[in-house]
């Protein structure tokens, strides 16, 4: 496993501006309500020590809550300074294959190994294994660390960010959802969260966030939420992830799907628990590797290479 910092140590202070500036700006990329949904799961799940571990590496000004700042790696991927992390939203694999192998399908365009979601999740676990080891490790940036980690849990359970290479993840798959236009990447990426949102919960974010989670602790999904969080290697898990997303896309993302088809309720209807569900599965995942990471573990920690 390559271990990568993006350039070297950012200074916090240099990051804290970069990030107040999106901040303020207000602009938010796509899929922004599932990131936002993924991180306050897995907050809301986190135990004292890794409560504390993530409150100190956050900017003082979101007063502790990282959902504020889990679509940061969306707003900053083109920035000249993080163009090297654009590829790591996202896993390629070759067409209808529907299966996902490490060594074949995590790169970027140019064949950079490790280069993928699978990859850039076992990277910055790494290196927030690191960070009991005090202020004196200057080899990473954990704030940033932190960022990167949780909004990367909830593109890998996103099945569309582990789709085929010609299609582009079903970016070029062009259609109507409804009555306007749209691919369907995008419907899996935000337009199923916003019909939901509106048909169902007001467009309250909150009221959604609730019934997510009485869906796994006492609804739908409790008799299997205890095996979603079985990992007993950090840095193997995200192959798990990302298998079960290549073979969702497969069984439901393009099945039944052709370019310039207008998808309405017949899809929406058949596929909102399944992204409801991932969402959830991030969350809980998420708030399991952060909770290990922070607290007592027996994780072997890799030297940087």
Request: hydrophobic content about 40%; aromatic content about 12%; proline content about 3%.
């Given at each position: ?72 790696p969306d707003q900053i991927r083109h920035w000249y300074k993080?163009r090297w992390t654009s590829s790591l939203h996202f896993i390629d694999t070759p067409d209808k294959a529907c ?207």
């Amino acid at each position: 496993m390559v271990m990568y910092t993006g350039g070297g140590f950012m200074s916090f202070s240099i990051l804290v501006v970069g990030l107040i500036l999106v901040w303020a700006s207000g602009a938010w990329s796509w899929s922004k309500e599932g990131h936002i949904l993924t991180c306050r799961i897995a907050q809301d799940m986190l135990e004292p020590e890794a409560a504390e571990a993530v409150k100190n590496l956050l900017p003082d000004y979101v007063n502790g809550d990282l959902s504020a700042l889990c679509t940061w790696p969306d707003q900053i991927r083109h920035w000249y300074k993080y163009r090297w992390t654009s590829s790591l939203h996202f896993i390629d694999t070759p067409d209808k294959a529907c299966n996902f192998k490490y060594s074949r399908d995590c790169h970027d365009p140019r064949g950079a190994k490790d280069m993928c979601v699978a990859g850039a999740i076992s990277n910055f676990t790494m290196q927030l294994l690191h960070y009991k080891e005090g202020t004196s490790d200057r080899r990473y940036n954990l704030t940033e660390a932190l960022l990167f980690l949780s909004h990367f849990m909830g593109d890998i359970h996103q099945p569309m960010h582990v789709g085929f290479t010609s299609d582009e993840g079903g970016n070029t798959i062009q259609l109507h959802w409804f009555r306007h236009k749209s691919n369907l990447h995008h419907v899996w990426d935000r337009e199923i969260i916003l019909t939901a949102l509106a048909d169902f919960y007001q467009k309250d974010m909150d009221v959604f966030k609730e019934d997510l989670q009485s869906n796994f602790t006492t609804g739908t999904w409790s008799d299997d939420v205890s095996s979603w969080g079985d990992c007993s290697d950090l840095f193997s898990c995200p192959t798990k992830y990302a298998t079960e997303s290549i073979s969702i896309a497969c069984k439901w993302g393009y099945k039944g799907v052709n370019q310039g088809d207008t998808l309405a309720d017949d899809y929406f209807n058949s596929r909102m628990l399944i992204i409801t569900k991932r969402i959830a599965q991030g969350g809980v995942r998420l708030a399991m590797i952060l909770n290990r990471v922070f607290g007592e573990h027996n994780q072997a920690i890799p030297s940087p290479t």
